[in-house]
């Protein structure tokens, strides 16, 4: 069965770093690209990051320039690298496999302060 745990975030100033941190167990992270989801306050989830080849991802616009989504396959970690981060940013982040979706993990909090 696929878990889904994600770590890494916290509190942050305006302009700061944080890189999150998705450990995959399972099958769906060795065969499928996997993402990062944001869900703001009183927002659905949004997909913010995709993995689309070994060295390739869509990003949506807010965050482009900005995040960067990469994998270990020998540990099985997905991370999201994010820089200069803004208030607009502040969500729980989730990482899942876009094209074939496991159960959610719990996420982790990003909270940016301006």
């Known amino acids: 069965q696929v878990q889904l745990v994600e770590s890494g975030g916290g509190l942050v100033q305006a302009g700061g770093s944080l890189r999150l941190s998705c450990a995959a167990s399972g099958s769906v992270f060795n065969l499928y690209a996997m993402g990062w989801y944001r869900q703001a306050p009183g927002k659905q989830p949004e997909l913010v990051a995709t993995?689309?080849?070994?060295?390739?991802?869509n990003y949506v616009d807010s965050v482009k320039g900005r995040f960067t989504i990469s994998r270990d396959n020998a540990k099985e970690v997905l991370y999201l690298q994010m820089n200069n981060l803004k208030p607009e940013d502040t969500g729980v982040y989730y990482c899942?496999?876009?094209?074939?979706?496991?159960?959610w993990g719990q996420g982790t909090q990003v909270t940016v302060s301006s």
């Open positions: 899942n496999a876009p094209q074939s979706l496991a159960k």
């Open positions: 993995e689309t080849g070994p060295r390739s991802a």
